[in-house]
């Protein structure tokens, strides 16, 4: 695919997700220099905030969305092994804690070949990461604050 | 539990996925009721072994590669965090991390919702898995012979 097509696609999937964000009454913000979304969704315990973009050059959809709260320094390796523990229990994402300043982030990614954001497609992403993210970011937040051990942690 | 329909888009998918690889020209071992299919690839450094299944209850094909090496128990903390690292560096996919076991397992999940699984796709999912697999199973590897440290692992992908 020439780097035009391939500017043209993402331009068309971007278009795309937007209106299926407009049919689904999410309230987002758009910048379109960039081919990003920026929405929120209230969770059962904590509200998750979620980027969307639009990747030309990779030809991929991101969904990332940060935690709201910070892994102190002396807890980030506790936090690696929690977020290599989640990770490896859910179907698709994966929680990357940045070791270095030690923000978490889920992470969805979606390739845009032959493909779009259809109805269907933008409700598997958000009720995907909605679930996954729901079912830990009360449990990291609590190792952070010390209300959970690792230990509890990994058997919950 | 997927339908009647969703179990035939995953058989269609299933069939696409064996078309490609046999396209490919690899060796491949069936598990048609499982819908999985494994084979082994030589990468620059070490040799992948990969299985791709098709999910039909997600519509949802998984590339997954176990590394040929496990972590030493003593260094399950060092790889914990190397997993995270690269996870933080790599655009889809993820390297999954058993603390118990000391495996380390890439996966890549595409999902085919409102699409078909198409040669481009199927191609995007196993040339990304490859390449990101083949950026770091090396330095993984020297990780756990104890060859470089965590500090000089986390230099290679700053």
Known sequence: ?156 | MADEKALLRARMAYDNLRAHIDGRGWQHQDFDDQLSLRCSVNGQDLVMDILLHVNPDFELVTLLSRLPFNAPQELQMEFAIASNILNSNIIDGSFDFNIYSGEMMFRLSCSYIDRELTNGLIEYIINCSLDTIDAANDKLKSLADKTIDLEQFAHMFA
């Open chain 1, 1 to 156: 695919m020439s780097d035009e097509m391939k500017i043209d696609h993402a331009n068309e999937v971007y278009a795309d997700l937007c209106a299926a964000l407009d049919r689904s009454g999410i309230v987002y913000e758009k910048d379109v220099s960039k081919l990003v979304c920026k929405f929120t969704v209230n969770g059962a315990d904590i509200p998750m905030r979620y980027y969307i973009s639009v990747d030309t050059v990779r030809q991929v959809l991101m969904m990332i969305s940060y935690m709201p709260f910070v892994f102190p320094e002396d807890k980030r390796i506790e936090g690696a092994i929690a977020a290599c523990h989640s990770t490896k229990r859910i179907v698709d994402g994966s929680f990357d804690l940045n070791v270095f300043d030690g923000y978490l982030r889920y992470r969805l990614t979606s390739s845009i070949k032959d493909g779009t954001v259809t109805d269907a497609v933008l409700n598997y992403l958000i009720s995907c990461a909605c679930a996954v993210i729901d079912e830990f970011n009360d449990k990291f937040n609590a190792l952070i604050k010390g209300s959970l051990s690792l230990d509890e942690f990994l058997a919950s």
